[in-house]
């Protein structure tokens, strides 16, 4: 067993009824190349799933499309039976093909087979939450989510899903699928080069609703930016360092869930997401920002 930190960085947040850790793990790198197949190192991966749980990770991130199947695989065989405390958030709307491609599956019957796929690799009888997966491969896309959402709210309504969300959406999506059901987090692209999101993360905190970047480093080499490295050697801190805490620190509904398939570099992330920022750093990193929206303090 690993030591135990004495608080993982940016404490915890409430979905709904469950606690969970800020700082979160995300499951898609454990499957293999192109999040496709097995790992290539399965103890690997089994032991870097042991070590959020032992870091006191409780809110780890997956899908039953990323393998397929691989990723709840292994959180079972790791996990299983899970701690009350560890709370598991999946997605659906999305499935794979043989070329590796995400072709959508949010008909109704596709939603219906996805959730009860991921009870049956997870080993649960009810999710905790499910994140509706809109757009495509290129971000989210126009259009009304309704007959989805109400596939899932109906599910919900008969005791599989305990919470619901959306994933790769529009902030008129969000709307769309608040008017139809309560939502606990949304989960879009977001990161320090990438603030096309900034008012409604500002809005979601308001309301109390959870905002969950993925590929929170993605889009663009932390060696790219001059003042994200500027920073971090000012820190004596490496540029993921600095990334993962600026996320952290943008606004207190900000949940993170940065990947990987090594324990060593999960506790790295986990270290360095706790470093302080001064309103001098930030100021810095927000000038990083395509939307040029500053940061509210």
């Not at 190349?33 to 991130?61: F, K, Q, S, Y």
């Not at 109400?150 to 599910?155: M, N, S, V």
């Not at 609703?209 to 001059?226: D, K, N, R, W």
Request: hydrophobic content about 40%.
């Amino acid at each position: 067993m690993s030591t135990l930190p004495a608080a993982l960085p940016g404490g915890t947040w409430t979905l709904g009824d469950l606690n969970v850790t800020r700082f979160g793990y995300g499951a898609m790198q454990l499957a293999g190349p192109g999040v496709m197949g097995p790992p290539a190192d399965r103890d690997g991966a089994l032991a870097v799933l042991r070590e959020a749980a032992d870091l006191g990770i409780t809110h780890i991130d997956t899908s039953n499309a990323y393998g397929p199947r691989i990723t709840n695989q292994l959180i079972r065989e790791a996990l299983h039976p899970y701690p009350e405390s560890l709370h598991i958030v999946t997605k659906v709307g999305a499935t794979r093909d043989q070329q590796g491609g995400w072709p959508p599956a949010r008909d109704p019957e596709s939603l219906r087979r996805s959730v009860n796929d991921n009870l049956e690799s997870l080993g649960l009888e009810v999710l905790d939450v499910v994140n509706l997966r809109l757009g495509n491969a290129q971000g989210p896309q126009p259009g009304s989510l309704a007959e989805p959402f109400e596939t899932l709210a109906r599910l919900q309504q008969q005791g599989l899903i305990r919470h619901l969300g959306v994933s790769n959406a529009t902030a008129e999506q969000v709307a769309e699928a608040q008017a139809i059901a309560p939502i606990v987090c949304v989960q879009n692209m977001y990161n320090l080069a990438y603030r096309h999101d900034d008012k409604l993360i500002d809005e979601l905190a308001e309301q109390g609703t959870a905002y969950v970047p993925f590929f929170p480093l993605g889009g663009f080499s932390p060696l790219q930016s001059s003042a994200l490295s500027a920073v971090a050697a000012r820190l004596d801190a490496t540029p993921m360092s600095v990334a993962l805490a600026w996320l952290l620190q943008r606004s207190p509904n900000i949940l993170l869930i940065p990947g990987t398939s090594s324990a060593a570099h999960l506790r790295q992330n986990a270290d360095g997401a706790g470093l302080s920022l001064s309103g001098d750093d930030l100021a810095e990193l927000d000038k990083i920002g395509a939307s040029g929206v500053s940061r509210k303090s």
